[in-house]
């Protein structure tokens, strides 16, 4: 799964209209450079998004503890070295 910032539909109709473009579409090194790997399957994505989305609401609601154990478990996968968990 990857993401870019750049809205490629836009660009392509400017393109196609004559219009002047932010970005050069032929330039295969710009392209790779706006593109950012997030997820080696759609699935994982998917997990990750859904886990983060519920930690959001959680500090939203002021319900941090106690997390559910695959919440707390994701979120000690991403604390820093020598964080409290």
Request: net charge negative; glycine share 2%; proline share 8%.
């Amino acid at each position: 799964m990857v993401y870019s910032d750049l809205d490629y539909e836009s660009e392509h109709e400017a393109r196609r209209d004559g219009e002047e473009t932010q970005t050069d579409l032929e330039d295969a090194e710009e392209q790779k450079a706006a593109i950012t790997w997030c997820a080696p399957s759609f699935e994982e994505f998917a997990h990750r998004f859904w886990i983060e989305n519920r930690l959001r609401h959680a500090v939203a609601a002021s319900r941090l503890p106690p997390l559910e154990p695959r919440l707390q478990d994701y979120l000690n996968h991403y604390a820093p070295p020598g964080a409290p968990m």
